[in-house]
């Protein structure tokens, strides 16, 4: 069972453009939504995340938009830039103070053309 | 400070031998997760652990995969009689207690069965 499905697959987006990457997912427990970052070669790093009481988060060009009853969330890139080509994923997770066992979506390879 | 450490990052190793795969998490993290990526796919749970215990082995994939941590600290990630579909990259990752602290991945080691 895929819980947190992500699209595109891959995206192609001129230097300066807004890359969009959408999340939907379909556990209702989850309370807690991270984006990870990967280069090549390299393990994922938290990008930025968000808690579903709010419904968008900044963090510089990274803002993240999240719509509780149709249980989506998205990543939008402003002003996209050949260093932010990487693969993005999505993932969620619930409230535990344990641990954090994120369920990862299938990943976005972007690629920023300059 | 020293990040996750992942050891060896590449394994070659031909059908039905045995691997080890070492993680190193970041000193002070209890809990320890193992994920598997696939080429170009998403990120496949594996176990966590807490501590030095495992509440959750939900995600091996058959009884030939096991882990173990050990003081609290280094696990190892053991696939026996490895076969072809085993080929992946597998990450590592820690994480402080708290609440949905974010996840820390080491680079992974890429596993090829010949």
């Known amino acids: 069972q895929q819980q947190v499905k992500q699209s595109p697959q891959s995206l192609i987006v001129q230097k300066g453009g807004i890359s969009i990457i959408n999340c939907a997912y379909e556990?209702?427990?989850?309370?807690?939504f991270p984006w990870y970052q990967q280069f090549p070669g390299k393990g994922p790093a938290l990008l930025i995340a968000?808690?579903?009481?709010?419904s968008e988060k900044k963090e510089g060009r990274f803002t993240i938009s999240f719509n509780k009853s149709a249980k989506q969330f998205s990543l939008h890139i402003m002003d996209s830039q050949p260093g932010d080509s990487a693969t993005y994923f999505c993932?969620?997770?619930?409230?535990?103070?344990?641990?954090?066992?994120?369920?990862f979506g299938g990943g976005t390879r972007l690629m920023v053309k300059p | 400070g020293a990040g996750v450490s992942q050891s060896p990052s590449n394994k070659v190793t031909e059908k039905g031998k045995d691997v080890e795969l070492r993680c190193d998490p970041i000193s002070g993290h209890t809990a320890l997760y193992w994920y598997r990526q696939s080429l170009g796919q998403g990120l496949e749970f594996l176990i966590y652990f807490q501590g030095n215990s495992a509440p959750d082995k939900s995600g091996l994939p058959s009884d030939r995969f096991s882990a173990e941590r050990t003081g609290g600290s280094v696990s190892t990630l053991t696939i026996q009689r490895t076969q072809q579909e085993d080929s992946a990259v597998y990450l590592c990752?820690?994480?402080?207690?708290?609440?949905?602290?974010?996840?820390?991945f080491g680079n992974g080691t890429r596993l090829t069965v010949t």
């Open positions: 968000i808690r579903p009481d709010v």
């Open positions: 993932a969620a997770s619930k409230r535990n103070n344990a641990g954090n066992m994120l369920t």
């Open positions: 556990n209702t427990a989850f309370d807690y």
């Open positions: 990752a820690s994480s402080s207690q708290g609440d949905n602290s974010p996840l820390h």
